[in-house]
Nanobody, 120 residues
Framework: QVQIVESGGGLVQPGGSLRLSCAAS????????VGWFRQAPGKDRERVAC????????YIVDVVKGRFSIYRDGAKGMVYLHMRSLKLEDTGVYYC?????????????WGEGAQVTVSS
């Protein structure tokens, strides 16, 4: 059984930066495409970034493009979401998920989420 764990959430001021980390136990994230999703209060969960397995091609959704980046550290088996120039509307619970494709397969494994609060 693969278990996903996110870390690195917290409180940050508008314009600040934060890096979220995603790790897996029971397997290595190198075997999977890994996505980051977020859910703001009262809103549906949305995908913000995904990195493919193998080629490590990053997908970033338009609403955060230029501010968020996703990358993989194969040596550590970790995937990171680096967020900068954070805005109030970036507040939410951020989930890491792993599966066999970014857009052509469902995410099979999900973490419990990390709270990110952007507030002055």
């Amino acid at each position: 059984q693969v278990q996903i764990v996110e870390s690195g959430g917290g409180l940050v001021q508008p314009g600040g930066s934060l890096r979220l980390s995603c790790a897996a136990s029971g397997s290595t994230l190198d075997n999977y495409a890994v996505g980051w999703f977020r859910q703001a209060p009262g809103k549906d969960r949305e995908r913000v970034a995904c990195i493919t397995r193998g080629e490590n091609y990053p997908y970033i959704v338009d609403v955060v493009k230029g501010r968020f980046s996703i990358y993989r550290d194969g040596a550590k088996g970790m995937v990171y979401l680096h967020m900068r120039s954070l805005k109030l509307e970036d507040t939410g619970v951020y989930y890491c998920a792993a599966g066999y494709g970014c857009y052509d397969a469902p995410m099979n494994y999900w973490g419990e989420g990390a709270q990110v609060t952007v507030s002055s």
